[in-house]
Nanobody, 116 residues
C-alpha cells in the first residue's frame, strides 16, 4: 500500500515563506514525476508545479519566480519552496506522484493560508 506523507503547511502573512514536503513510501515502484496541485474554495484544482524525468519542471504562471519545486529521488520526496506568498495562494495543496506503469497517487492535502 502506497502512502504519501505531506507536511509543511500552515498560516503565514503575505510575503512570507513555506516549504512543503511530500514523501512516498510503501512500494518499490519507480517515480516518473511528482507535482503539487492546489484547490481554493469555489475553484477548480489546478497544477501548481511539476517535476518530471530529467528534473524538467513546469509551473503555473501565477507562481513563476516565487515557487520552486525539487525532488530527492533517494528519499522519494518532492518539495515545494514557496516564497513571497500572496493571499491568492491560499488553498489546500495536494501532492501527486506519477508512477511508471501504475496509476498515480494523491496525498490527502495540506492547508496553506496566507492572510494579514
Amino acid at each position: 500500500q502506497v502512502q504519501l506523507v505531506e507536511s509543511g503547511g500552515g498560516s503565514v502573512q503575505p510575503g512570507g515563506s513555506l516549504r512543503l514536503s511530500c514523501a512516498a513510501s510503501g512500494s518499490r515502484r519507480s517515480i516518473a514525476a511528482m507535482g503539487w496541485y492546489r484547490q481554493a474554495p469555489g475553484k477548480e484544482r489546478e497544477l501548481v508545479a511539476r517535476i518530471g524525468s530529467g528534473d524538467s519542471t513546469e509551473y503555473v504562471d501565477s507562481v513563476k519566480g516565487r515557487f520552486t519545486i525539487s525532488r530527492d529521488n533517494a528519499k522519494n520526496t518532492v518539495y515545494l519552496q514557496m516564497n513571497s506568498l500572496k493571499s491568492e495562494d491560499t488553498a489546500v495543496y495536494y501532492c501527486k506522484v506519477e508512477w511508471r506503469f501504475y496509476p498515480s497517487s494523491w496525498g490527502q492535502g495540506t492547508q496553506v493560508t496566507v492572510s494579514s
